[in-house]
Antibody
Framework: EVQLVESGGGLVQPGGSLRLSCAAS????????MHWVRQAAGKGLEWVSN???????YYADSVKGRFTISRENAKNSLYLQMSNLEVGDTALYFC????????????WGQGALVTVSS | DIQMTQSPSSVSASIGDRVTITCRAS??????VIWYQQKAEKAPKLIMY???NLQPGVPSRFSGSGYGTEFTLTISNLQPEDFATYYC?????????FGQGTRLEIK
């Protein structure tokens, strides 16, 4: 069974930093491109970032320069370092795997809540 | 960036009905549209990939079609478990973008 478990969410002040982690099991982690997707309360899905199997990275314009995605294949782990956080970054952050073929985001964690507020 | 526009934003239907949700891309994405189902307080679930390919385990009453800029997700013979919010997503290029969602409610 595939499991993705996010951790590291919490309450942070505007301008602060937070690091999300995602522990993967049930998959050959190194074989998957990985995503972070977020969802503000009552709103739609917003893609945040992607890291490929080879380490290439992509970001949404809204987080570029502030967020950094990384992975540690030996630990089956994905990370999202978030800096200079804004109130608008408040959301549930999902860790997710890309589908191996055909596009799409296949496996999802349950999310980590990040609240940016003074 | 490629914009994805879904319609309608919400729809009411009855058990057994057929419902169609449309997604339009701001430029051609060939076949690269993905569809998700999301129920309240849950992570999204992949239901259709590459436009018309059913994700394993998803009932065959779900179908997808389209190419280029216009795509549809059709749910036939609606079942109680189908009432949820549906999102399209383009997988043609980064940044990945989602439609704003279509809420399917019980009439």
């Amino acid at each position: 069974e595939v499991q993705l478990v996010e951790s590291g969410g919490g309450l942070v002040q505007p301008g602060g930093s937070l690091r999300l982690s995602c522990a993967a099991s049930g998959i050959i982690f190194s074989s998957y491109d990985m995503h972070w997707v977020r969802q503000a309360a009552g709103k739609g899905l917003e893609w945040v970032s992607n890291i490929g199997r080879g380490g290439d990275t992509y970001y949404a314009d809204s987080v570029k320069g502030r967020f950094t995605i990384s992975r540690e294949n030996a630990k089956n782990s994905l990370y999202l370092q978030m800096s200079n956080l804004e109130v608008g970054d408040t959301a549930l952050y999902f860790c997710a795997t890309a589908r191996l073929t055909g596009g799409g985001i296949e496996y999802w964690g349950q999310g980590a809540l990040v609240t940016v507020s003074s | 960036d490629i914009q994805m526009t879904q319609s309608p934003s919400s729809v009411s239907a009855s058990i057994g009905d057929r419902v169609t949700i449309t997604c339009r891309a701001s430029q051609s994405i060939t076949k690269w549209v993905i569809w998700y189902q999301q129920k309240a307080e849950k992570a999204p679930k992949l239901i259709m990939y590459s436009g018309s390919n059913l994700q394993p385990g998803v009932p065959s009453r779900f179908s997808g079609s389209g190419y280029g800029t216009e795509f549809t997700l059709t749910i036939s013979n609606l079942q109680p478990e189908d009432f949820a919010t549906y999102y399209c997503q383009q997988a043609k290029s980064f940044p990945i973008t989602f439609g704003q969602g279509t809420r399917l409610e019980i009439k």
